[in-house]
């Protein structure tokens, strides 16, 4: 059983918004900070943002600053990434895990920005 499913990912145009949800049990995500990262075609895994427990944004990489938010919902044990203002370099496999005590990744949920 993965530790985390991913979803919400799918095909946009440049411009567009997608929201992506990260859900998991409660055992693995109750006292953690949570973080979504993306890997792209041939390039390493990237930290993109992460949550605090509380729910405060901590972190957002720059090149996503202003235009991702990053939000949980620690009654449905389910963190969030909305996407606004999609660029075709957003193109990746979009993953979540714990900050500390990672677990084995989830498939992750496909993003691809058409231009």
């Known amino acids: 059983q993965e530790a985390f499913v991913e979803s919400g990912g799918g095909l946009v145009q440049a411009g567009g918004s997608l929201r992506l949800s990260c859900a998991a049990s409660g055992s693995t995500f109750r006292g953690y900070s949570i973080d979504w990262y993306r890997q792209a075609p041939g390039k390493e895994r990237e930290l993109v943002a992460r949550?605090?427990?509380?729910?405060?944004?901590?972190m957002y990489a720059d090149s996503v600053k202003g235009r991702f938010t990053i939000s949980r919902d620690n009654a449905k044990n389910t963190v969030y990434l909305q996407m606004n203002s999609l660029k075709p370099e957003d193109t990746a496999v979009y993953y979540c895990?714990?900050?500390?005590?990672?677990?084995?990744w989830g498939r992750g949920t496909q993003v691809t920005v058409s231009s």
């Open positions: 895990n714990r900050r500390t005590l990672p677990r084995p």
């Open positions: 949550v605090a427990i509380s729910g405060t944004p901590l």
